[in-house]
């Protein structure tokens, strides 16, 4: 051994010592190294680093880990401290290539050491800065660096990433570091390893195109909430453009983080620019596009909904803006800027959003001033919608609102919808009935076009709508503010109900009417009285039934959609009367096949709802199947129709829901699951008689393989019926071939079985064994042998393991 290796080796167990002094030993082994130079260069210097190597080698496989961690501590510090010269430069290189080359180690505690003397070395220096590390190597440390990060090992994988993390180059698009965060970020399954990686990667174009497209919407709370956090805390806020800013906003309030968005809301509002506060709020709500949020042909509680989500965010904006200034003054600022409120729904919702949260008396003072601008006839829908709702936040008489906005309405228009029923659901029963005759009154008196006939049925069926069932009973012509004249005049009793009046005068005239709008919202209100009353739907099914049969388009979307509604409100009581529920039932049935996609969308929606709330309906598994078929249809569909896209949403979250419901108990939920297995032998029947591609066959296998994932026993039982079906059309060639391709698709799961699958797992495997058999001389057949085989290995495996496990206890039994 030679004497430069003996002092090395001297130094290196001194260091295992608790009181070794390190800088001591790092100025031994410095001054080593000067005197050895002097003498044959290119040898001392091999026999100096491979001396320090083999020092670390013995390091790195010790079990003595307290003694371990010191020599550790002692190499980090010679890493560090070789920088005085070239000669000190070279060594400390060498050394960190050779501890690069040895990431592949098949033992993890060298792995773990090793990423842990690299750590604490690279977290001494800035390597892309310093130049530390020759340039000729740090592209091959890189390298090595990118499979250190995929460590099988999760404490050394950890380590391994802080190592990596110190190679990013964050102006080099093609850094492979970062390429790889990138990739362990969106495929890994450790949320902490995602966690750690998020704390540690730059942030450039790519990584920020990255967070901002993809991680603030993982599926992992805490990776979604890190991704926001990083964003707040490294993005300039000039990078927040407007659809960026809603993006974080609908992100955080659906991960519920109010903390973060009210950190996200001073840094967009209050930054050291010239603007005053209240043109920043304004510029902020402009920012959320209102007009574009907005949706006036929908209803009116997806509305509250979308409003509800807004206001979330400026109860957060109003507390930080009342914490820096005095509500008084901000009022005066929110007036003087609002000089044109009813062209610019951006200050109006920006006076909606301060009444509602600001709390204080100055602002009623222009309440009378807003009442006037319902006087403009210019006004157009969504300013009149959020001067309404401010009106209503000031207290003024609800009643005045009503006649300034029926006098502005005086024709038919689907948008003022929305604004009738915001005010309609604000006022008493009494209110809505005297406005109902108001108009009612009008046209009777006047003569009318179908315009005003169509505003009638419109108010009426939201009057309908906001009833309770109470209400309706308690509705009679007493609670009318009717003149004597008036009640003179009234060819009934004071006592009837006013409402079996409207529809007896005004809903049933106008079924039959030309226009198909007067008919779609005769039916429509017809629909709604039908709700409220169970005589009522009785009297006037036929009606429904003649416009499912006999009309097109919207008239027939109507029906369908009250039919639907009456059968899931009335269930109990037509439940009573099996024979009519049996009807309704068989009209609807026919039209999850209607050609009219709004139509399939509400009757298929209807079905989800009477199953998933357990109403016991005829043919269950026939209707499942068609429900399956419906969905299928959706994806033959080329063109880009809405309720198509709402359909297969809606029958999606009701395979989901239906073979996991809650709401029953774990004997419903494993009905529904077998039940749900069973109909793939309806479906593939009714797909394989439209000779339909082994593809779409496939797809349908695959989304059977989906919806019966966690559910005990679905996978075994279409296995079971899928060889049925082979094993009975064994003489039909293509038929034969098209089932065990959609065979193939499936296998089995450790959650697929419990105590009770002994009798499915003998089934199934009987019958491959006969599939085998009947088939081997079947070249067609036999090129799958392999993969038959392979399921046949699996349901032996897990019916010998359940074999086992029940004699196991029926010996704990005796």
Known sequence: MSSTREKIIKIFDQSQEPYFDIDEGVHKLRDLLAQGTLGDKDLFLSDYTNSIIRCMQIVLVSHEVFRCNLVIEFLVQVLIQFDKSEIEYQVKNEIIFYLFSIIRSNSDTVRLRLYEILKKYLDSIKLTLSGEIDEK??????????????DCNLNAQLKAIQVASHFQVP??????????????????????????????????????????N???????????????????????????????????????????????????????????????LVEKVYLFICDLDLEGTWFINTDYFYVTYLEDKLFKTMDLVFEEIFAKEKIEIFAQEILDTGKNLIKDINILFLVRSFVKFSKIETMSDIGQKLFAKLKNRDIKILPLYQLITILIDLKMNKVN????????????????????????????????????????????????????????????????????????????????????????????????NIIEYFIEKIVITNISDLDPKVRALAARALGHASLLDYEIAINYLQ?????????????????????????????????????????????????????????????????????????????????LSKLVLAYFRCDRETNSDLMVKKLKACLGEFFTLFKNDDIHNEIYRSRNSVLLSKTIKIVLKYLIKKNLPINDLKHVAKF???????????????????????????????????????????????????????????????????????FKREKWIM??????RCLISSIKSFRNRAGSGTKRKLDQDK
């Not at 979604?224 to 309030?253: G, M, T």
């Not at 076009?449 to 309706?472: P, S």
């Not at 075994?716 to 003489?731: M, Q, R, V």
């Open 401 to 496: 609102i009503l006649t300034e906005i029926d006098d502005l309405t005086s024709f038919y228009d689907k948008k003022y919808e929305l604004v009738y029923e915001v005010l309609l659901r604000q006022v008493d029963n009494k209110i809505r009935l005297n406005f109902l005759w108001k108009i009612y009154d009008d046209l009777i008196v006047h003569t009318v076009d179908k315009d005003q006939r169509k505003k009638f049925l419109t108010i009426i069926y939201i009057v309908l709508d906001t009833m309770t069932d109470k209400d309706f009973e308690n509705s009679t012509m007493l609670d009318l503010n009717l003149s004597l004249n008036d009640q003179l005049n009234i060819d009934v009793d004071l006592n009837q």
């Open 214 to 276: 993809r991680l603030i919407y993982d599926s992992v709370e805490q990776i979604r909430n890190k991704a926001l956090q990083l964003i707040e805390n490294k993005v300039p806020r000039e990078f927040f453009q407007p659809l960026f800013r809603k993006q974080i906003i609908d992100c955080l309030l659906r991960n519920q983080n109010g903390e973060l968005l009210r950190k996200f809301i001073r840094k967009w509002l209050f930054c050291s620019d010239q603007k005053n």
């Open 783 to 788: 090129n799958r042998e392999y993969e038959i």
């Open 543 to 623: 009606i429904f039934y003649q416009m499912i049969n006999l009309d097109y388009s919207e008239p027939v979307c109507e029906a369908t959609n009250s039919l639907v509604n009456i059968l899931l409100h009335h269930a109990e009581k037509l439940s009573l009367n099996y024979d009519l529920f049996i009807k309704i039932f068989d009209r609807l049935e026919n039209q999850i096949d209607c050609e009219d996609s709004k139509c399939t969308y509400l009757t298929c929606a209807g079905f989800c709802k009477l199953l998933l709330n357990n109403v016991e309906v005829p043919s269950r598994s026939l209707l």
């Open 137 to 150: 190597i740090f592209s091959k440390i890189q390298l090595l660096s990118l499979d250190a990060i995929r």
């Open 171 to 212: 102006h080099d698009s093609d850094c492979k570091i970062i390429n790889g965060f990138i990739n362990l970020l969106r495929h890994d399954a450790s949320t902490q390893i995602r966690l750690l990686i998020l704390d540690l990667i730059v942030l450039n174009d790519l990584t920020f195109n990255f967070i901002k």
């Open 704 to 774: 059977y393989y989906y919806i019966t994932s966690d559910c005990k026993n679905g996978r075994l039982i279409i296995i079971n019926l899928i060889l049925d079906e082979i094993l009975k059309a064994s003489s039909n060639y293509y038929l034969t071939q098209k089932l065990i391709e959609v065979l193939l698709e499936f296998s089995v799961n450790d959650s697929d079985v419990d105590e009770i699958s002994q009798k499915y797992l003998n089934l199934v495997y009987e019958q491959l064994e006969n599939l085998i058999s009947k």
